[in-house]
């Protein structure tokens, strides 16, 4: 498999965005042989923090990493310094004594503060923990002037949707901790489908950190369960938990749940949702397939849990890695064996940071994104 295209501000015509930061190379910084204060190091170090890269193209709708306590539609305005010499700088701090420096508590800060900038550029899963601020924008339906049944959804800037997540420090076996791209993307569809049935209950299937059911809650303005593995569901409630209020005014709700796959009738919420079957009108899933046993699980659960209403639909997307062509064609296979077959599809570009070490660098992620409904 070819590895993705490594994509840098310039090459998404987003350099403009940065005209008012100043660019630093490496011997600008405090030398350590000058024996600068502690507090220079720490205001040092946080510049070179490696924020999150934006997912988009644009600059509207971009995830955003709220280090500072403020966001912009990029990245928030710093000191740009160039990444060569750079680790070599950070590893010599580490190794410092810092022996002019008499406070402990600071030596440590900045101790702690240089090993974290150091993973940070060994890509994202070597990074600690994180949160990005995602804008979703919202739509508001009008009619078409040339038929009375047509509904056309509109971009309503005003109402744009602003949701925060946290991501854990990541580990191979946790990838759900991860916000992906497909994620993002599915999330920006939702937001401009046209409506379900009101007040209907949607089922989303392994939610991770949680971005698309929440941006389903806002848009369809409705009650979403998001639900995953033990592991992954304490952090999807710290994040359903984080974003109540800012759903409270779309007048939508969230709940968070245990669903494992192989066991789908096991699912129920106390004085929530009985977990009885067919009852979901609209199920999601992004990025659902990273093993051969996925594509069974995944049906096996969507055909448990999908109302049998002939508008029953459920929403999918996932990314087109080349490991997992099979993986992709039983899914679709397996679908159509339930008595669902595609109703719309399509392939649309994302961004992802995955194995980015550099704050330039992106990955161009290609996804496949579909729309099911009953034969």
């Known amino acids: 498999m070819d590895k993705p295209a490594a994509l840098t501000a310039e090459d998404l015509g987003l350099s403009g965005l ?4 100043e660019i630093l190379d490496v011997l600008d910084l405090p030398q350590l042989h000058l024996r600068p204060s502690a507090h220079a190091l720490l205001a040092t170090l946080a510049d070179l923090s490696s924020e999150p890269p934006s ?10 990493s709220p280090l500072s306590g403020t966001s912009t539609p990029y990245r928030r305005k710093r000191k740009v310094i160039r990444n060569e010499g750079v680790p070599r700088y950070l590893t010599k701090i580490v190794s410092s004594p810092l022996a002019w420096i008499e406070d402990d508590d600071q030596k440590e800060q900045i101790w702690e503060a240089a090993s974290q900038r150091l993973s940070e550029r060994s890509g994202r899963s070597a990074m600690g923990a994180i949160s990005r601020t995602f804008v979703i924008e919202m739509r508001s339906a009008s009619r078409n002037p040339s038929s009375s049944a047509d509904v056309l959804l509109n971009p309503d800037p005003e109402n744009n ?27 920006k569809r939702i937001a401009a489908m046209p409506s379900i049935p009101q007040k209907a209950t949607i089922l989303e ?6 971005l698309v059911g929440l941006a389903a809650a806002a848009a369809f303005q409705t ?29 939508a709700k969230t709940d968070v749940a245990v669903l494992d796959w192989t066991d789908p009738s096991a699912f129920h919420i106390e004085g929530v949702h009985h977990g009885g079957a067919h009852s979901f009108p609209l199920i999601l899933a992004a990025d659902p397939i990273y093993s051969a046993d996925h594509p069974g699980l995944l049906v096996h659960a969507v ?11 459920v929403v999918v997307e996932m990314p087109l890695r080349d490991a997992y062509n099979a993986e992709r064609e039983d899914f679709r296979t397996r679908m159509g064996d339930i008595g669902l077959s595609v109703l719309k599809e399509g392939e649309e570009t994302g961004l992802d940071d995955w194995s980015s070490g550099n704050d330039d660098e992106l990955m161009e992620v290609r996804c496949w994104w579909s729309i099911w409904g009953w034969r």
């Open 18 to 21: 940065r005209e008012e930061e």
């Open 55 to 64: 997912w988009d193209t644009t600059r509207s709708g971009t995830p955003r």
């Open 303 to 313: 055909e448990h849990h999908l109302s049998k209403e002939s508008t029953a639909r």
């Open 205 to 210: 299937l392994g939610a991770g950190t949680g």
């Open 223 to 251: 009650h979403v369960i998001l639900t995953d593995l033990p592991a992954i569901v304490p952090n999807l409630e710290r994040n359903a938990r984080a974003n109540a209020a800012v759903l409270s005014a779309y007048d």
């Open 161 to 187: 949707l602003e949701l925060t997540l946290h991501e854990p420090a990541l580990t191979s076996d946790n990838l759900g901790l991860k916000t992906w791209a497909s994620s993002y993307l599915l999330a």
